[in-house]
Each structure stands twice: as structure tokens, then as C-alpha cells.
């Protein structure tokens, strides 16, 4: 359980460099165009928000391959498995006999050994909000079916709008998002906290928040003592297998108020989805809604 946790985190961990984007407009890379232009019928999915959006997609009957970490949804546990999300198994890929292998730019290091197999490829970018309403369209096209991706692109930024005008002209608290303790960690010997300038600060921003962490260190790990510096108006903590261990999000604010000077309200998001960077960002966008400004009606 620690270990999935940490790869999920280390998923994230690429998420920096792709900040404001939606917010600001600005551009997000392009995702790289497949090699042939035949529709594909035959998917291997190297990350689980890849899966994610290809099942969202209504897509799933043509993946014919994931990572052992591609869990929702549950229907994409019953596809075969080609190995983890750093460490493929070039040979479960063969033997999966894709037309499209999907990747992430975090997988760079694999390239080499996929084009020698001679599979064609395409890569999305999923370290910011635009890019994943990018990916929609880019891997819809690619399987033929872009109407698809235009759909689900309209209604996921219909409800990223509704967020913003809801907030519109709030006061912005302070945010910290905490995501590195383990699950069943009773521990608050270390917080590891979401810096400014990534996938976590972009929610932060686009639910109506600042981050209360200063530019400079991607994931600062500190001290409880630490925490009362950055003094954060609103702690948001991130558990993404709460419901497999034996804590609840009564139990882990009071280990959160049990710190000595923490005024913070402290928000619990327990949900699968907390670190997986795919269509159900619109899903945790919400979430951190809810939590940063629990005064306004949502949906």
C-alpha cells in the first residue's frame, strides 16, 4: 500500500512546470502525433490517468494493455497487465500486440527501447489542467473517434468554469496541500507539502486559493515546527487509500489539530483520484472547492 502511494505521488511529482496553464492561457506542448494515421483498435496505457481517460473516453474495449497501477475503473483491473508505470515488460507489450502504445513525457526513458519495437506512439501531457483536456482530444483522435474527445472536453470545462464563477471575488486563503504522509502513518514527524508552480497549485488557484508555500522547492518536506512559519489558513491532506486503512477524516484532523499553534481548518480528500492526474480532476477541482470556500453552495 505505501509503495502504490509513493508511485502515485511520484506520478505527480512531474506535474511541476505545467502551472496557470487553463488560468493564463498559455501554451501547454503539444502531444506528439502518432506514427501511422490508421485509427487505433489496440491501446497499451503506460499510466494510470492515461487509462483513466481512455475508459472516460468510452474507449476501453480497445486497451489491450496497462500498469500493475491502473485501477479504476474497475474494469480496467481485468486488462492485461504490461508491467509498472517505470518498469514495463517490452515482452507482455508484444504479446498485447498494440497498434498505439500511450505515454506520459515522464516516460522519455523508455522511448528508445518502445520505437525499436516498432509499435506506433503518441505522448499527452498530463501535468497540468490543459493538458489533460489536451489529452481528450488527442487520444480520441487517435483512435478515430474525435467526437468523443470533444464531448467530454465541453462538459469537464463547462464544470472548471462553474468552479471559477463561484469563487469569482472570494478571499483567496492560504492553502498548503499536504501529500507525503503514508496511509496508516499516525506520525506528524514529516509533512511533505505541494509548492507553487505546479498541478497542485493550479487547483489551488482555480479553486479560489494561494498557496501558502513560497516558490523554490517543488515538494518541501518539513517539521511540525516548520508548519507554524508557513502558518497556512487551510490545510487540505491528501489520502488517496484512506478507505483501506483504519482512519477516517475525523481521526486525521485531530492528529493535524493535535500540533501545538495549528489554527488551520483542515480538509480531508480520501478519494482514488486525489493523485491521479486524469479526467477526474474535474472531480478533485471540486473537492478543493468545497474545502477552500465550504461557505458557497455546490453542487
Known amino acids: 500500500m505505501k509503495t502504490r502511494r509513493w508511485i502515485l505521488i511520484a506520478v505527480v511529482a512531474g506535474a511541476f512546470g505545467g502551472s496557470y496553464a487553463l488560468k493564463r492561457g498559455t501554451a501547454v506542448p503539444a502531444a506528439t502525433a502518432p506514427s501511422t494515421p490508421k485509427p487505433a483498435s489496440r491501446v497499451v496505457s503506460l499510466a494510470p490517468s492515461i487509462t483513466e481517460v481512455l475508459f472516460a ?3 476501453g474495449d480497445r486497451v489491450v494493455g496497462v500498469t500493475r497501477y491502473c485501477e479504476f475503473p474497475p474494469e480496467a483491473r481485468s486488462k492485461p497487465i504490461v508491467g509498472g508505470y517505470y518498469d514495463p515488460n517490452y515482452e507482455a507489450i508484444v504479446r498485447a500486440r498494440p497498434d498505439l502504445v500511450a505515454t506520459l513525457p515522464e516516460h522519455d526513458d523508455l522511448q528508445p527501447e518502445l520505437r525499436k519495437l516498432g509499435f506506433p506512439g503518441v505522448t499527452v501531457d498530463h501535468r497540468s489542467v490543459r493538458g489533460i483536456l489536451e489529452s481528450l482530444s488527442t487520444l480520441s483522435a487517435c483512435c478515430g473517434a474525435p467526437e468523443k474527445g470533444t464531448a467530454l472536453r465541453a462538459s469537464l470545462e463547462a464544470r472548471i468554469r462553474r468552479v471559477g464563477e463561484r469563487t469569482s471575488g472570494l478571499s483567496r486563503p492560504r492553502v498548503l496541500v499536504s501529500i507525503g504522509r503514508m496511509a496508516g ?3 506528524m514527524t514529516r509533512i511533505t507539502g505541494c509548492g507553487p508552480g505546479g498541478f ?7 479553486a479560489g486559493g494561494v498557496n501558502a508555500l513560497e516558490p523554490g522547492i517543488d515538494f518541501p518536506a518539513f517539521s511540525p515546527e516548520g508548519l507554524l512559519k508557513v502558518d497556512p489558513d487551510v490545510i487540505v491532506d491528501l489520502w488517496p487509500d484512506l478507505h483501506q486503512t ?3 477524516g475525523d481521526a486525521i484532523r485531530r492528529l493535524w489539530k493535535a500540533l501545538p499553534g495549528v489554527r488551520a481548518r483542515i480538509e480531508v480528500i480520501g478519494e482514488t483520484y486525489a493523485l491521479v492526474p486524469g479526467p477526474r480532476v474535474v472531480l478533485l477541482l471540486e473537492d478543493f472547492a468545497r474545502a477552500l470556500h465550504p461557505e458557497v453552495p455546490h453542487d
Request: cysteine-free; overall charge negative.
Open 57 to 59: 473516453l468510452g474507449l
Open 185 to 187: 502513518d499516525g506520525t
Open 200 to 206: 497542485f497549485d493550479e487547483l489551488i488557484n482555480l
Open 246 to 248: 483504519k482512519l477516517d
